[in-house]
């Protein structure tokens, strides 16, 4: 089943503690790219790749990293979380990220930071 | 202000109703895409348009670009539209990439 998934889908964390949500697509999509999603703000983008090695930022893309070493999986990393971050967080994949394409969407990762 | 904006924000609506959730933005933009989110799952791509209309059963979204007012409707509808819709632009700058600004979503209960 082509699919988008992350893991994990639930995470309670405490300030300063580095942690990682990973993103894997198998539709062999060149672009990813990952949203946080709040209330009365909607879905922003944080950073996204265009294919491996190729990153770039978004429109909120302080205080976070991503690596896109492998075409498959896309991860992001909070170095040092701050209850700001506590969001919900969306990857997404998409063909060849041209203008306009679908994105298909994962099914979200809940993010509380104490 | 937000580049993109949805109305109603909330809506409640009894089973059989026709729905409209309405999008406008101060973009210009090359086309928009109709999203649902449902609860505790993920999003999914209803519709991507850029002038007129397009129906998928029970659904109809409409655009005007000129206007930069898109809507969505829902005839006929069910519990199980129950759901946060969200209008994305495709702007016109941001060069080539897959760049979306998202409204803030419209969050529709529909009651039996």
């Known amino acids: 089943e082509a699919q988008v998934t992350q893991n994990p889908r639930y995470l309670i964390t405490v300030t300063g503690k580095k942690l990682t949500v990973t993103c894997s697509q198998n539709m062999n999509h060149e672009y990813m790219s990952w949203y946080r999603q709040d209330p009365g703000l909607g879905l922003r983008q944080i950073y996204y790749?265009?294919?491996?090695?190729?990153?770039d930022k978004g429109d909120v893309p302080e205080g976070y990293k991503v690596s896109r070493k492998e075409k498959r999986n896309f991860p992001l990393i909070l170095e040092s979380p701050s209850p700001n971050q506590t969001s919900l967080y969306f990857c997404a994949s998409s063909l060849g990220g041209r203008r306009g394409e679908t994105q298909y969407f994962g099914p979200g990762t809940r993010l509380l930071v104490l | 202000k937000n580049e993109v904006e949805q109305s109603p924000q909330n809506l409640t609506a009894q089973e059989g109703e026709f729905i409209t959730i309405n999008c406008s933005y101060s973009?210009?933009?090359?086309?928009l895409h109709w999203l649902q989110q449902h609860p505790g799952g993920g999003i999914v791509s209803l519709f991507m348009l850029s002038s007129g209309k397009k129906k998928h059963g029970r659904l109809i979204a409409t655009i005007n670009i000129q206007e930069k007012h898109s809507s969505l409707h829902i005839t006929a509808s069910h519990p199980r539209d129950s759901a946060v819709y969200i209008c994305?632009?495709?702007?016109?700058?941001?060069?080539?990439?897959?760049?979306?600004?998202f409204g803030t979503g419209t969050l529709l209960a529909v009651q039996p």
């Open positions: 973009v210009g933009i090359s086309a």
């Open positions: 994305a632009a495709i702007p016109n700058y941001g060069g080539a990439t897959n760049k979306l600004i």
């Open positions: 790749s265009m294919n491996v090695e190729v990153t």
